[in-house]
């Protein structure tokens, strides 16, 4: 990632092979909902400082190593947003959610920030349902919605 000036929004890819999976496209998505200050980067190439004057990460769907979960959480417990669309085992079982097995195509997700639509942010595919696991304080986690934008549970 350059020097320059950084995007407020950091959208991160694991492959930009795949239909709606690269970060570029996560980017064109947020732009078509009037979303602008937001740059992609391939997720292997993630370095500490990276998510430095962030205020929030897009996490398109991947299974990062462990060393990166470790930066993204320690991102959050800063202070810092993060949306993980489909994250992988070790983000989740970090997180404490449990995969449902269950999922709905072309969803929106409820994001809790100023300065986003309130119909919720679009995603692309599918979505996969995850429940809290026992204990786990769910207050700062998004709901997901469905295409019409009415709540899933």
Known sequence: MSDRDHASILVLSESSDRVFGSAEAAVELLQLEGINDAEAAPLNRLQEG???ARS???????DPPVA???MLLSFVESGGGLIALAPGE????????????T???DSRMAVKIDGFPDS??????WTQHLNLGEGVDGTHLAGLLDSDG????
């Open 50 to 52: 990276d998510l430095d």
């Open 90 to 101: 070790a983000l989740s079982e970090r997180l404490g959610l449990k995969n449902h097995l």
């Open 150 to 153: 009415a709540t899933t549970g």
């Open 56 to 62: 929030l990460v897009i996490l398109s769907p991947s």
């Open 103 to 105: 999922g709905c195509r």
């Open 68 to 70: 990166v979960v470790d």
């Open 120 to 125: 919720g942010l679009p995603i692309k595919g």
